[in-house]
């Protein structure tokens, strides 16, 4: 590690800081956000988020090293933690820490892609069935309840077992497009609620269309349960590109996904048990670090806690 | 007489109720019409199908579990509102017939500023720019008395009193300037004062707008100082009309008289109502069973036998035009009934 790489680190812990000392500040001047700060672990969540994208971010500034490149694969393969190694080296001699962080780049960006994918898909497929009603709604939640009730892994591997190399992109896709089941039946069921509402009928008195009044005036309203299952859903999405890159069918090798690098490390988890280690670290404070937000924000947009 | 600008004949909105309570006859069989520039009170207390009738103009009546029986028949500027196609009849909601709702707190989106709001009818029928739309929504925001429209226009609903959102309401309603304005219980929500204010302002929007207004109320105060005719409405039927200074002159149905006589008045000493208020015993049946004959008979002190069984028809009453003053009482046929019982 050079002094810029330290430099470099020592830059993003700041920035973190800052960031997540910004969001406290913005969160304490309104209710809602005080409901968060009030989760003892929201902040903390906030301030590792806040860490690791930045990481994620910064990751050639932070790594010193190419993730992919073996630095010499007889002296230092497993090689323990030092001031050379931050988190030592692999079986392949690739230095963890920049694995780690370019891994964070992946985890992250798999997780929030597919998140995207499956809230979309999951908002608005619950909009039109909660809006509807009746023989389109029932069409639609037959639909999910097929897709809640086939065993995601198993889809996915499915898919992997047909197409042989599936390229990452499709495998994003795959993972949002099977994870929009449990979002759309919470903003269906706010919908329901929502369209008795007596907006919902000012707008459609105004000559407003069915468009109009999903996307401008119900769905907006339904915003609070979106964003925490969009919160809840990252940390699911990374655990689940985790356990198929550790199963061999997730981030083809050699990119750096934590799930991978577990994968590339657990025949030596005695013998180099950092190898494994640190992304399994990374996977656990990252995904309890979303779950603490997630909850902070299900308490902070609640509608029913207001004015406590 | 001038064509009228709405025509309702024999409407007849049902609901189907859950767990086999049966059909809830909400609206059943009411005919009214609505004429340029004129006022039309509605008039009945909760639960006598006023705000069912209104809906069912816009057919904004939730379907299921609701649904307008064929044969009913609505009938705004020579086309059939009951047959329009979805977009057809969106063209004309909040353009040509434009829709007031009783709870200005619950009315607006929570989410929008109101300028947003008051410009959604500017953009979806006009199709005005955003900006232009934005300088309407002001325009209309000065129209209804907001001060600062300036200001307000980027304000949120919760920002507002429930006058003020009242006034929003109002703004949004006439924004294409409608040639009529449907006001379901439009103070009912407000205190007195505020309550005077809005009914002024509607008064003056609709000299300077020329439109028709109809307003639904219970509070026969507010028909009084604001309406031109009256609808007496019972139990999903229209049991009285009138121009209002006949209805409250002479009124003909005992409902109707019941209602008048139920008014605290200043008027009058308390001595010579005996120290008490009037009001009309029993309850209004549920709409999924609605009394034979006459449905206000049992609640009628002047029902004789034939209330009972016959239901009148609307009787056009004596020494007025035909269709001007009608009653839907067999007192009508037999005057000397009541004379009998005063």
Known sequence: ?308 | MTEPLLHVRDLKTYFVTEHGGGTARAVDGVSFDVYPGETLGLVGESGCGKTVTSLSILRLIPEPPGHIRPGSFIEFEGRNLLTLAPKELRAIRGNRIAMIFQEPMTSLNPVFTVGDQIAEAAIVHQRLSRRAARARAVEMLTLVGIPDPQERVDHYPHQMSGGMRQRVMIAMALICRPQLLIADEPTTALDVTIQAQILELLDRLQRELGMAVMLITHDLGVVAGSADRVVVMYAGQVVEQAPTRELFARPLHPYTEGLLASVPRLDTRVSQVRGRLHSIPGQVPAATAWPAGCRFHPRCPYAWDRCATEEPPPLDTPGSEPGTHTVRCWLLTEPQRRERRA
């Open chain 1, 1 to 308: 590690m050079t002094v810029w790489t330290w430099l470099a680190l020592a830059g993003a812990v700041a920035l973190a800081l800052v960031a997540a000392a910004e969001a406290r500040r913005y969160a304490a001047a309104r209710a809602a956000g005080r409901r968060f700060l009030r989760h003892p672990t929201a902040s903390l969540g906030v301030f590792i988020l806040a860490f690791f994208v930045t990481l994620a971010l910064a990751a050639p500034l932070v790594a010193p090293y190419d993730p992919t490149w073996q630095l010499d694969p007889v002296h230092l393969q497993n090689q323990p933690p030092s001031l050379r190694f931050l988190l030592g080296t692999d079986v392949y001699s690739r230095d963890v820490w920049s694995r780690l962080v370019y891994g964070a780049r992946l985890s992250l960006g798999i997780g929030t892609i597919a998140m995207l994918v499956a809230v979309t898909v999951g908002a608005g497929v619950g909009a039109v069935a909660g809006y509807f009603s009746h023989w389109l709604d029932a069409v639609l939640m037959r639909g999910v309840d097929v897709g809640l009730a086939v065993p995601r892994i198993f889809v996915l591997l499915m898919a992997v077992a047909l197409w042989e190399r599936l390229p990452l992109g499709a495998l994003v896709l795959l993972i949002g497009f099977t994870g929009w089941f449990v979002t759309s039946r919470l903003v269906r069921a706010e919908v329901l609620s929502l369209r008795e509402r007596e907006f919902v009928a000012a707008a459609r008195a105004v000559g407003a269309g069915p468009t109009r009044v999903i996307f401008r005036h119900v769905l907006p309203n339904a915003a609070a349960p979106i964003i925490v299952s969009a919160a809840l859903g990252i940390g699911n999405v990374i655990l689940l590109e985790a356990g198929l890159s550790f199963l061999g069918i997730g981030v083809p090798s050699p990119l750096p996904s934590w799930g991978s690098m577990i994968h590339d490390g657990w025949q030596w988890i005695v013998a180099a048990p950092w190898t494994s280690g640190f992304p399994g670290l990374a996977i656990a404070f990252v995904v309890m670090a979303l779950n603490a937000v997630g909850d902070g924000l299900r308490d902070a947009l609640d509608p029913r806690k207001e004015g406590t």
